[in-house]
Every structure is written in structure tokens, then in C-alpha cells.
């Protein structure tokens, strides 16, 4: 079973920058097109951003030119860097397969942006 460990959370003020790592146990990771979702307190949990094998990426229209998602396929490593951060951006974030969930959820990392 793979196992992913979400890091690189933490606390920024509004239009700070974070990079988060998901780092995937085993070596199936790279056959899968990558996501990061996001749980926000009292909402579901949303894609935030997509990533391929092949490398192609999409992101939700919320986050559309403030996020960047990529993957290291010899680290087995999906990232996501934020930038120009919001306080709506506040939320738990995850990675997982895309579209389908295939893996048990990690524990994810807590991102909030307040100043």
C-alpha cells in the first residue's frame, strides 16, 4: 500500500509564498497523474491543482497563476509552491492520484494565511 506524507505547511502572512512536499512510498507513483486537494473547516475537500505523468498540469480558477504544481518522479515527490497566498487559501492540503483517489489519505499539512 502506497503511503503519502504531506509537508510544508504552516503559518504566512496574506501574499507570502509556501512550497509543499508529498512524498509517495513505493515505486508505482510515477504512473499516475498527481493532485493536491484542500479541506478547508466546515467545507469539502476540493482539487486545487493537477499534475500528469507527462507533466501537464490544471488548477482551479481560484488559484490560476498564484500556484504552481510539479512532480519529481526519481524522489517520487509531487510539489505545490503557493505564492501571493490568501486568507481563503486557509486549509488542510493533501496529494492523492487523479481523478480517481486510489491511496489511503496522509495525514495532509495545515497551511493558514492570516496576518
Known amino acids: 500500500q502506497v503511503q503519502l506524507v504531506e509537508s510544508g505547511g504552516g503559518l504566512v502572512q496574506p501574499g507570502g509564498s509556501l512550497r509543499l512536499s508529498c512524498l509517495a512510498s513505493?515505486?508505482?507513483?510515477?504512473?499516475?497523474?498527481m493532485g493536491w486537494y484542500r479541506q478547508a473547516p466546515g467545507k469539502q475537500r476540493e482539487l486545487v491543482a493537477a499534475v500528469t505523468t507527462g507533466g501537464s498540469t490544471n488548477y482551479a480558477d481560484s488559484v490560476k497563476g498564484r500556484f504552481t504544481v510539479s512532480r519529481d518522479n526519481a524522489r517520487n515527490t509531487v510539489y505545490l509552491q503557493m505564492n501571493s497566498l490568501k486568507p481563503e487559501d486557509t486549509a488542510v492540503y493533501y496529494c492523492?492520484?487523479?481523478?480517481?483517489?486510489?491511496?489511503?489519505w496522509g495525514q495532509g499539512t495545515q497551511v493558514t494565511v492570516s496576518s
Open positions: 492523492n492520484t487523479f481523478p480517481t483517489r486510489r491511496f489511503d
Open positions: 513505493g515505486n508505482i507513483f510515477r504512473i499516475y497523474a
